[in-house]
Structures are given as C-alpha cells and as structure tokens.
C-alpha cells in the first residue's frame, strides 16, 4: 500500500556545519531532481492505476485539493513513509488541477 510523506523540494541549504544544514543537505539529496523548489509529489493512487503528479505549493489551499488531502488520511492515514497518495484515480487529481487553473484564469 502507498503511503504519504510530503516531499517539498528546497535546494537552498547552504549552511554552515552544524548538524542541522547536515540534515538538510541529506534531505535535499533524497528529493527527485523533476521536483522543483516549492513543488511536491503526489500519487493519485485508484484500483491499482498510479500515476505521479508534481504539484505547487500553493494547491495546499485549494478546497478541491485539501478534500483529496482528508480522503487520503481517512484512508491512509499521517504516520506513512514515501510518497504522499491519494485515493482518486489520476484523471480525478487531473481535475481538480486543472479546476483550480481555470479559477485563476477567470478569477
């Protein structure tokens, strides 16, 4: 089962040694390279189909995206390691994206 952990992509971590930018050096290094800064992946997970999205931050205040978000912990719950999933086939998260667009483009 997939299960959530949100990767938000910052590769400005240029500190000194302490080991707090050690940390964060090693988490930048786990991030996929497609995933640019202030963006993070999803995987609209729905009857075995799969697909993976990469999001802006900003969709973490959209109505439609957060109801995904509360469907995804209903399900999966917060205590998930990897990639955060949502429990919608990929044409339904395609939606809500491109919903969201639409309402910018008009608003």
């Known amino acids: 089962m997939l299960m959530g952990k949100l990767f938000v992509s910052s ?3 240029n500190g ?4 707090d930018d050690d940390d964060a050096s090693s988490r930048a290094e786990d991030l996929p390279e497609d ?4 963006h993070f992946v999803v995987h609209a997970v729905d009857h075995g189909e799969l697909k993976r ?3 802006e ?6 109505p439609d995206f957060l ?6 912990e209903e399900e999966f719950g917060f205590r ?23 309402k910018n483009v008009v608003g």
Do not use: H, M, T, W
Not at 67 to 72: P, T, Y
């Open 57 to 62: 931050l900003g969709y973490l205040d959209d």
């Open 11 to 13: 590769r400005r971590f």
């Open 53 to 55: 999205f990469i999001i």
């Open 80 to 102: 998930a390691e990897g990639v955060l999933a949502v429990p919608c086939g990929p044409n339904e998260l395609q939606r809500v994206l491109e919903s969201r667009k639409k």
């Open 35 to 38: 995933v640019k800064e202030g």
């Open 67 to 72: 109801n995904l978000l509360k469907q995804a």
């Open 16 to 19: 000194s040694s302490g080991s």
